[in-house]
């Protein structure tokens, strides 16, 4: 078994561990995500992830730990924790949760940025132009900075101090001391130096300059980098809610109330109280409450919501339909099969929620590095203030550097740069009925380079259509399809059902037989307007004394040389003509195989059908490699062998004997239209029963990935190419903050990009 087949079979220990989500609250960058992961994993027999993004902390726990023992060791290390309500309808839930945000934290924000700013920009105006420096200008400008650092940064303070409790630093150690230390030399100079004396006049650069210490005043570094930082920490909350956007607009696809029939009367009641098997009516243009049946009436059904497809899907009795999808036409009544989180929208909507509360390899190593962060920037500050002391003697310039180290270095950017491109990512997929399981199957996309696809319900439709027409001289089409058809549609065979809705389609409304005789592995035959009807097998034929020309003979023989099924048609003692029934391809196969090719992918058609009709499905499509006359058991080792030759191998696949398959291969892509095994077992799934689909969940894959790449490289570079600039005085603090808060902003934007994949 491959290392990746390994990794996907659960943990025999694993078997009696719980799972929970925890809402984390107070996490203010990627260290203290770092921080609260760290001290959960110490706990006996708990595995956990803590998202920085989504506020989340997946964890794994034993039986000898509960959810409180959970949520206080959490607690302990200075952040709150909760266990999400288990919510009963999720559009309303998830509102409730947009307004609290909104008008919660998010709002104070807004509240303290608006208030920080109409401070601090006189503040910063006065500092960089001397010109608007009037006598006593100073006192004003401490006077109005003096809120910004004491109230405005108040968060930033708060936090730092409960880290510092803990023996722990993060970011927001760092914005608090440098804008304290910056309040603090301000006042120093202003009440016990020159700096306060009327007529004190004040230089601004960009750079660090020297200067007497006494007279230099910091006010707009302390207010500036606020403003600047409490800026870029709202509109990172905007944008994080941008990126979980498609999350939330698919949990409120669904209907809130539904009008059930109890006893012949119809009653309008929540979705929440409908229970599996009741039955309920769905109007022209209203949302079809929850998975169901139809047990009376047909229309359209729009899915694009969930699918992406476009055309409505016509739905009659003893059709499936799905919940949230829309009702076009006609009136229908359905029977309730799944309710709640059985649903097919709330099982989407998990899968998604589970991938963006997950991390890559790459994450988990920018973790690591933003929590030990911190204190490597601390020590770097003090070792730049030591240095600076040391070679110049110059404390103004040593103090505005070491600050400048401070502001500059604050990891957010590391902590954002994954979760949001995943969020968005992930959330832009749903809308296009693609649906990741995990960050770890980004990096599979990357890596393979063979896509092994099934044949029947993948690349074909998994259903027997009519093909062929072929007459006998003389014989209209229009005829042969019209008596053969009526004599078919008595028959509930699957050739025989092919026959007759073909004919149905070409030719209008079929006669009813006036007799009919189902002939045991042979056809049928029957009377239609008057005619004796023979429909089957050669041999039939032949048992009636009939043959066939040599025209249909040769048509016969070249219909099953390609691996279609060939019936023969007689009436009245006479062979009229062949009709020949194949498993019929998918419009799409054929441009999806070649977009796969443009992908870098070799495509394989594996199955269990006879050579003849694999390799004339293949040839239809553009596929050169087949795998045909394989038992559903031995997939598994076809996959695992073209692993052997060393190639990375994605498996496409939708019934229950692919779920092995798609398990062991590097990349499982499982059709949505398939079976519940191999949607479980796959690491993408299709919603849409459509192979293009393929081609775009792989081209989204890895634009996701290179998306995080991009985010992590201009976080990693930022800090790489911004901390000895600060520590050689080439930054002016004020300028350190607004790159910094810069830095996150562009990587949660760069993120938001892939809201417009196509």
Known sequence: MTSTALEKAPAPAAAAASEVELSIGGMTCASCAARIEKKLNRMEGVTATVNFATEKAKVSYGPDTGIADLIATVEKTGYTAQEPPKPTAPAESEEAVDEAADGGETGALRQRLLVSLVLSVPVVLMAMVPALQFDNWQWLSLTLAAPVVVWGALPFHKAAWTNARHGAATMDTLVSIGTLAALGWSLWALFFGHAGMPGMRHGFDFAVSRTDGSSSIYLEAAAGVTAFILAGRYLEAKSKRKAGAALRALLELGAKDVTVLRDGRETRIPVAELAVGDLFVVRPGEKIATDGTVTEGGSAVDASMLTGESVPVDVTVGDAVTGATVNVSGRLVVRATRVGADTQLSRMAKLVEDAQNGKAAVQRLADRISGIFVPVVLLIALGTLLTWLLVTGDATAAFTAAVAVLIIACPCALGLATPTALMVGT?????????????????????????????????????????????????????????????????????????????????????????????????????????????????????????????????????????????AVAWDGEARGVLTVADAVKDTSAAAIAELRRLGLTPVLLTGDNKAVAEAVAREVGIDEVIAEVLPQDKVDVVKRLQAEGRSVAMVGDGVNDAAALATADLGLAMGTGTDAAIEAGDLTLVRGDLLVAADAIRLSRRTLGTIKGNLFWAFGYNIAALPLAAAGMLNPMIAGAAMAFSSVFVVTNSLRLRRFR
Do not use: C, Y
């Open 427 to 567: 959330g832009r997929g749903a809308q296009l009925g693609i649906l990741i399981k995990g960050p770890e199957v980004l990096e599979s996309t990357r890596r393979v380079d063979t896509v092994v696809l099934d044949k029947t319900g993948t690349v074909t439709t998994g259903r027997m259509a009519l093909h062929e027409v072929i007459t006998a001289p003389g014989v209209s089409e229009q005829d042969l399809l019209r008596l053969a058809g009526a004599l078919e549609h008595a028959s509930e065979h699957p050739i025989a059902r092919a026959i007759a809705d073909g004919a149905a389609e070409r030719t209008g409304t079929l006669p009813a037989p006036e007799s009919f005789e189902n002939i045991a592995g042979l056809g049928v035959q029957g009377v239609v307007e008057g005619h004796a009807v023979l429909v089957g097998r050669e041999k039939l034929l032949s048992e009636w004394v009939i043959e066939l020309p040599a025209g249909l003979a040769a048509a016969k023989a070249a219909a099953e040389a390609e691996g279609r099924t060939a019936v």
